[in-house]
């Protein structure tokens, strides 16, 4: 994976920087790793400072409008404090530890339609100028992908992914956003639920679930939702008998309403479920959960869609420097 771009602000005859990650897809709270390359231009000039952007594209619902839009939620410096002289080639390894929140972008080897990259910006005589924006592949770990695959068996589908810009209250959510990963039911559930909303908020520590169930109205009832939290170990994953453990989720989420009003637990950040990758499907090479995906669009699509994004984005920054 390749980011290069032509550092505009500079000028014909600036240096130009390419940044190469290491093959592969990373985990939440792993290493991200790679090296950015340089190749000095037609005058020597002062790197100042080298950063990494991790990005990620989020939809926000204001009153009744959404609108969708990029976050950067971590930066690293990985260099720096240097002069890198008249054609000089030189590299700037590094290795940086990814937020244990970052969402996940792939299951099976699918892609979810999540919008998530890496942008490189280089400080240089004053002047600051950000490179392309591309995508990162991020997997889940293993308690996370455990429990997707049990949600599976069970007889749940995958549906659809997004990013969620707000926070859910009562939990130790860091990041800005949030991501979903939405569940068909099983036949078991189907009368009571319509879909259940799965969040992942990982930390060193453990990992909490969060699970929102649309509840289905009934002869006596209207449809609610209905919110469950859990919390699990990253420890002894092979040890669990999940599809027991997931199981027991759903039936006290379906059975047991919370306690609390779940517009309350969200606060005032919580949002309706269309997002960035919304309305997507991944087709039926997605182990367990292939069963019960929603028809109509294709893996194939999902790719498409994230790959329109980023080449919007490539054409804006295109825009911006021609402006400078």
Do not use: C
């Amino acid at each position: 994976m390749v980011f290069k771009r032509l550092l505009g602000s500079l000028g014909v005859g600036g240096p130009t920087v390419d940044t190469v990650l290491s093959p592969g897809p990373t985990l939440p709270g792993g290493t991200l790793s790679g090296e950015v390359r340089l190749q000095g231009g037609d005058a020597a000039f002062d790197i100042e400072q080298i950063t990494l952007e991790l990005v990620a594209g989020v939809e926000a619902e204001h009153t009744e409008e959404e609108s969708e839009g990029t976050v950067v939620f971590d930066r690293f410096t990985v260099g720096g404090g240097f002069r890198l002289a008249e054609g000089e080639e030189r590299t700037v390894p590094f290795g940086v530890t990814l937020p244990w929140e970052t969402p996940v972008t792939e299951l099976y080897g699918q892609e979810l339609g999540i919008v998530l990259g890496l942008r490189t910006e280089l400080s240089v005589a004053g002047a600051k100028d950000r490179g392309d924006l591309d995508r990162l592949n991020v997997t889940p770990r293993p308690a996370q992908e455990a429990i997707l695959e049990a949600f599976g068996q069970l007889g749940f589908g995958f549906t659809s992914a997004d990013l969620e810009l707000g926070r859910i209250g009562g939990t130790a959510q860091q990041l800005p956003f949030y991501q979903e990963l939405e569940l068909t039911p099983s036949a078991e559930y189907a009368h009571a639920v319509n879909e259940i909303e799965l969040t992942f908020l990982a930390a060193p520590a453990g990992m909490e679930v969060v699970l929102e169930a649309d509840k289905r109205a009934g002869i006596l009832s209207s449809g609610d939702d209905a919110l469950a939290r859990f919390t699990v170990s990253h420890e002894g994953v092979g040890h669990q008998d999940w599809n027991t453990v997931v199981d027991g989720w759903v039936r006290q989420l379906v059975e047991h309403r919370e306690s609390y009003d779940p517009e309350a637990a969200y606060g005032h950040d919580r949002h309706e479920r269309s997002a960035v990758g919304a309305g997507t499907a991944v087709g039926a090479g997605v182990a367990g959960l292939a069963v019960g995906v929603v028809g109509g669009l294709v893996a194939a699509e999902v790719v498409d869609e994230v790959g329109d994004f980023f080449e919007g984005e490539e054409a804006e920054e295109g825009e911006e420097a021609e402006e400078g």
